[in-house]
């Protein structure tokens, strides 16, 4: 069983990841995606072209919700399918220029909001968070 430390630990970093991402959306303006549309677009930005049940399996959500994800991100212009030319059947997706542009931008603005809440941290207090994210990771 778990301590109550340890209990409150968990809902402390729950919490704070609800609260960077509702700062991110306020602050950084990020009204483009979601933050699981931008999950998915930086994977397949660094695993490449992917099929829909890699992008399900990666984001531990079920294929007709990787479906409906996916078909937002093809609407606005941000992946594409491609198919392949010997079987038909396979599809792959693909992070387009315009993907890739939103991606960058976003990443950027969020690492900015991110900078300014860890520099609220002392060097020392930023060396010991590093340490145990380490150590946990």
């Known amino acids: ?3 109550p430390t340890t209990k ?7 919490q704070a990841g609800q609260i ?6 306020a602050e950084s303006n990020l009204t483009d995606c979601s ?7 930086h994977y397949l930005e660094t695993n490449g072209a992917a099929s829909m049940k890699d992008v399900a399996n990666f984001l531990h959500i079920t294929p007709p919700s990787a479906t409906s994800l996916v078909n937002s991100l093809v609407r606005r212009g941000f992946l594409s399918r491609v198919n392949n030319e010997s079987d038909r059947r396979v599809v792959k997706l693909a992070l387009t220029k315009t993907g890739r542009s939103l991606l960058q931008n976003s990443f950027k603005r969020m690492l900015a909001l991110v ?3 860890i520099n609220r941290l002392s060097e020392t207090e930023k060396k010991t968070l590093l340490a145990i994210i380490k150590k946990i990771s």
């Open 8 to 14: 409150d630990l968990v809902y402390s970093i729950l």
């Open 35 to 41: 933050f699981l549309h931008l999950h998915t677009l």
């Open 1 to 3: 069983m778990s301590s």
């Open 115 to 117: 900078e300014k809440n």
């Open 20 to 25: 960077w991402r509702e700062r991110a959306r």
